[in-house]
């Protein structure tokens, strides 16, 4: 399994999210299950561990403003459709530092490196190529929307259970 860091959106950005898996469910297209919460994954590894929570957050922790782009697809044996999180400095120091925390950790994919990350929330997961129009038709949007960053939280998923670690990290749905 793996274990995660993750930036957590305040609520209007939450429900805008939420609202965009509805329309994919009422499409016909596999969406994140309703008690998911929207995310920006920052740190992936096959263990982070425990003793490194503390040092995950930076200091003092500061909401993070950022913006929900445009629409990618990633992979080709099973897609994702996601929204892009545009690529801020603010929002790529975050990255780096966590990043450089968890770096001696088991299993980081290369994709979660430094220069190689496309910060992003996913919409739909296992798109079968008949369905990239009707999902991006369902969601698609001419223009890109303000977010905020509210907290950080840990998300391991061997275990299956998720705790804040910044403020705003506090687990709802």
Known sequence: MVQSVELL????????????????????????????????????????????????????FRPLPVRLGGLLIFGARHPI????????????????HIAGV??????????MRPGSWTPHVTLARRLKPEQFAAAVDAVAADRDSAATVVGIRRWDGDRRIEWPIAPGGEVHG
């Open 9 to 60: 959106l305040d609520d209007a950005a939450e429900a805008e999210i939420r609202g965009q898996w509805r329309m994919l469910a009422a499409a016909g297209i596999s969406s994140p299950a309703p008690d998911h919460r929207p995310h920006v994954t920052v740190g992936v590894a096959r263990e982070i561990w425990p003793r490194l929570d503390r040092a995950l957050s930076p200091r003092p």
């Open 102 to 111: 968890i770096d001696a950790c088991p299993g980081i994919p290369a994709t």
């Open 81 to 96: 459709l996601v929204r892009l999180v545009v690529p801020t400095e603010q929002l790529l120091a975050t990255h780096r």
